[in-house]
């Protein structure tokens, strides 16, 4: 075969695979279906209310194998709680650089208070910036995860809704009020979870009687 049989035969591979059917993603233009259980970046769940769930057990510090995890609980004030507990996590930090992304962290939590999305981009520049805090961790009132990015030409706060896999659970803070209404949590599970049952108002206080 001569030099120019090799040559074509070369541009015969590569012409066969010009037709073929892509199996790449233009990322991050786009973006490639995660598996529901996928365990990416971890948030920190609210109550329906509003309500931070994390009661500053330290179980989820207790558990992790990488020691990633930094907790410490505080008393809740009376004035105005943050949990619907007796204390609240008051400082919570994930190292993602140590963070090996097993789950023991959200099997071990009693208030599904921290759960794994599917949210993977987490490049930095500087190694502080791996150290997620509260506020980052924190999602907002709507269930929305905090976003290093918000504003970058190619986030879509749309997608994220969906990327992000979340899931609608009704796991009030034990108030009547919201008893049976959905709110948001992260992907620790798929469809509406049902409402969680005997929660009853408080109980009315006995007003006293006027003297004749």
């Not at 329906?48 to 004030?77: F, H, S, T």
């Not at 008051?90 to 992304?101: G, S, T, V």
Request: glycine letters at 10%; proline letters at 8%.
């Amino acid at each position: 075969m001569g030099l120019v049989g090799i040559f074509a035969k070369g541009l015969a591979v590569t012409f066969r695979q010009m037709f073929r059917p892509r199996v790449t993603t233009s990322y991050p233009q786009e973006k490639r279906v995660k598996p529901q259980r996928f365990h990416g970046r971890h948030v920190l769940n609210r109550h329906a209310d509003g309500m931070e769930k994390c009661i500053g057990c330290e179980l989820c510090a207790g558990v992790c194998p990488a020691r990633c995890i930094y907790v410490r609980g505080a008393d809740n004030p009376v004035d105005e709680p943050v949990s619907p507990g007796e204390r609240y996590g008051f400082i919570y930090e994930i190292n993602m650089l140590r963070c090996i992304f097993c789950g023991l962290c959200v099997e071990a939590c009693p208030t599904e208070a921290i759960t794994m999305t599917q949210l993977f981009e987490m490049s930095v520049t500087d190694r502080h910036q791996a150290l997620y805090t509260k506020d980052e961790l924190l999602v907002g009132e709507d269930g929305t995860p905090n976003h290093p990015q918000p504003d970058g030409p190619l986030i879509d706060l749309n997608e994220l809704t969906i990327a992000d896999g979340w899931m609608r659970a009704t796991s009030p803070a034990g108030r009547a009020a919201y008893e049976g209404i959905p709110g948001w949590t992260s992907s620790a599970g798929v469809g509406l979870r049902p409402a969680e049952r005997g929660q009853s108002p408080a109980p009315a206080e006995d007003e006293p009687e006027e003297a004749d």
